[in-house]
């Protein structure tokens, strides 16, 4: 049966000091010993230990030659690495943390302080890859949705970035920036739930049709669900309302100007110009130029004006990222 203890690799010259070590954490954790720093890379580049205790002191290759090594070295960069040293003054411990160094450990050491500083720091690499599996999985949620429209999966891609850029250059603060960047990929779900004879006709769709596949907002909000999570509130909200319009006359609900979310609107403009710029099944794509006049010539009426305004001074940044994320 495979263990399912997290791995520490315990790194110090003296034999006492690793046995000190050993009986703090060997009913907790599985655990690696090297008693020298090459010993220590070559074991953590082969086993990928989930922590490093490191002494600092060591002869030959010190515990902060090990650590920069570590931290350049593209297998073992993530791993946190704690000093465990005799070593404790400020001076020491911000060469220490300059490093890489996440945390200090001072010898003679405490078992209770060992533990504690072990447990938190695994805790914050844990709660790390929660969070990178969470927008992965958003991610791939809104790539699915593009697929179910024939779409490349790229659309998703282009129009995120989009959106950062246009937002960066309304002034919006680095964490509304960057929950956009993650929320806009999410747009179109509700895509998922509208009907392939609806969603793929080639045709016009009647006035039936239409209101079917207008209801891919609300479907997109209720995926999307009233959860705590900021990231998925501005998620729903951008998916609930980035086919409303500056004036009024878009939909679900008709309301206009400032009343539609500034995320919904950023994504507005990204989403359409994206749309006009690609290739579809019934469409050929748009030139940059002719895409620009179309967003000047609706600001103020599809869009809120002042962000269009914005949107065409980012020429530059817009045709980078068509060509790193091309069809």
Not at 71 to 98: M, R, W
Not at 134 to 158: P, W
Request: with cysteine; aromatic share 6%.
């Amino acid at each position: 049966m495979m263990n399912s203890l997290p791995n520490l690799l315990l790194v110090d010259d003296e034999p006492t000091n690793l046995q000190v070590l050993r009986n703090i954490l060997q009913d907790d954790y599985r655990l690696l010993f090297a008693r020298n720093g090459q010993k220590a890379l070559e074991l953590a580049e082969q086993e990928k230990p989930d922590l490093i205790l490191l002494d600092v002191m060591m002869p030959g290759m010190t515990g902060l030659e090990v650590c920069r090594s570590l931290k350049q070295l593209p297998a073992t960069s993530k791993i946190p690495v704690i000093f465990v040293t005799a070593l404790s003054d400020a001076e020491d411990e911000a060469t220490g943390f300059e490093a890489g160094a996440v945390d200090y450990i001072s010898k003679p050491v405490s078992p209770a302080v060992v533990k504690a500083r072990v447990k938190t720091h695994l805790s914050l690499v844990r709660a790390e890859e929660l969070e990178k599996t969470r927008l992965q999985i958003i991610h791939k949620l809104g790539k699915a949705a593009e697929y179910k429209d024939n779409e490349t999966g790229m659309h998703v891609i282009r129009m995120s970035h989009f959106a950062r850029h246009l937002a960066q250059a309304a002034g919006c603060d680095g964490v509304l920036v960057e929950q956009l960047f993650e929320a806009a990929p999410m747009h179109d779900i509700g895509k998922i739930g509208i009907p392939d004879a609806v969603l793929l006709k080639p045709g016009k769709l009647d006035a039936d049709e239409w209101k079917i596949m207008q209801s891919h907002v609300d479907i997109g909000a209720e995926i999307l669900g009233d959860d705590d999570s900021s990231l998925l509130q501005m998620a729903a909200s951008i998916a609930r309302n980035h086919h409303e319009k500056w004036d009024g006359s878009g939909y679900p609900r008709g309301i206009r100007g400032e009343q539609i979310p500034l995320e919904a609107r950023i994504v507005a403009i990204a989403d359409v110009f994206d749309a006009l710029t690609s290739v579809r099944p019934y469409k050929s794509a748009w030139t940059m130029e002719e895409a620009f006049a179309l967003i000047r010539k609706d600001a103020g009426s599809h869009f809120d004006p002042v962000l269009a305004e914005l949107f065409l001074t980012l020429e530059a940044q817009i045709r980078a990222v068509q060509i790193r994320w091309a069809d």
